[in-house]
């Protein structure tokens, strides 16, 4: 019970400002239909409480199951099993991401039908299987991550010639969403699970991170690929107004609840399975011990729809009706300066970034803070969304601005930020971009864009994500800058924490 009063705590700091941001639009600049409001405020306890009980579950249940598997498959030493386990892991957890199916299911809707959102979440699954199968080779053979990182974004720019504007922003934006609230604590844990293995405490601390960072290019080649071999004629979207129940408080709500709980049961259902055979085959874990990770799967379980639930039912409508009604405004600085902010403080609410943070501050054994990382998100993550709104509002802005210098000074950065913190800034690209961007901001910004003159729903109200998956990279491997000059000058014992080799 204690652990849960402490997680409600921590919930709460991170879902009050963005609540607080708007109620005080609505009292102020956007008034909102009070049903709306209701909504929101219903969603917003949702959200804390689900959030909670993720996060305990993922403790529990989802990290020893991937820091498992991963000692696991390391210690066959058998290049083929790692592969192998890779392509299907990645698969497996990708298809099941809720965040990728909130995606594919925007980019249905707006595109009409003709992206499929089955086609969209099994084409990107398979990108993914097939990155994480080569990110844990990577791991295994002492690979550099910079390397690799480098030789995969050359092969994106390259593929990026020949994709169309509006794909090129819906591949951008599914690297974002398929590292969401289910597959980062179990990509970050299989991760730590072969690294810790290796006898070098310092290679292994520094390939605890840069799964996630590899495994979110793979939805980007695969989603390139498909625009390419579909050759696609140019399409534009339009946003869907038209709210189911926008006059009921909790039909939205009943909505939901049975879709997301099936789409949550089919996600775990194949980690479980994955468990229960190694269980069976290798693990020998104790009753007890098996017992514990079942509680966390289902915590993990019930805090997932409660939180979705939330954010679909509470979040979205609000985003996208503040979206357009700020920028109906004659006065494009309100939601300019809007943007910043609530880029600010929803990074605080994605579920992925909590795990991900506190998994920072334990591998480096509280050299980098939680805290630190935190705030240098959260600037990042303010500008993409900045970034974002000028692309609507600017007509002549096109995303490729933005990615092409943006990805050029990202990777640049590796070749001279402490390795650690390369593989952490990749990794926080991907985190970044959670259930709660990839619903109420992507419902902000693609409002917006409804109510703008000469912008496009598809083309600018996608897009977003790409960059609020692009910023991190440049924001954290700075921050690794300043902790590697800081180092030097105190030439002290944490020093080999920013080594660059």
Known sequence: MNVLVSKVKEVLFAVLPITAIVLLLHFTLTPLDPTLIIR????????????????????????PIGQTIGKAVAKSNKIWIVIVAGLLL??????????????????????????????????????????????????????????????????????????????????????????????????????????????????SEKDSFGLVAIASTGAIISVMIMNIVMQTDKMTGSLNTEAHDSNSIFGPFLHEIPIITFEIIIALIPILIVFLVFQKKSFKMTKKAVRKILMGMLFTFIGLVLFLVGVNAGFMDVGSAMGYNLASLDNNAYIIMISFVLGLVTILAEPAVHVLTNQVEDVTSGYVKRAVVLSTLSLGVGLAILLSMLRVLITDLELWHFLLPGYII????????????????????????????????LAFVQGAAGATSGADVLVDGFGMIALVAMTPLIALQILGLVFKMKSKKRKGGVEHHVEQN
């Open 40 to 63: 929101f405020i219903i969603g917003a306890i949702l959200i804390i409480l689900g959030l909670s009980v993720f996060l305990i579950g993922v403790d529990i249940g989802i990290t």
């Open 90 to 203: 990645g698969f497996f957890i990708s298809i099941a991401e809720p965040d990728l199916h909130i995606l594919a299911g925007q980019v249905e809707m707006v595109t009409s039908g003709l992206i499929s959102k089955v086609i969209l979440v099994i084409v990107v699954s398979i990108g993914i299987g097939l990155l994480i199968a080569t990110g844990l080779v990577r791991i295994v053979y002492n690979f550099p991550l910079y390397k690799l990182l480098t030789i995969l974004y050359l092969i994106i720019l390259v593929l990026a010639v020949f994709t169309s504007p509006e794909f090129l922003a819906i591949s951008f934006d599914a690297s974002g969403a398929t590292t969401g609230a289910l597959t980062v604590p179990f990509i970050l844990a299989l991760a730590l699970g072969i690294s810790t293995l290796k006898k070098d405490s310092k290679a």
């Open 410 to 441: 990202a990777i640049t950065l590796t070749y001279f930020a402490p390795k650690l913190f390369v593989g952490i800034a990749f990794d926080s690209g991907g985190v970044a971009s959670g259930p709660m961007t990839a619903t109420f901001i």
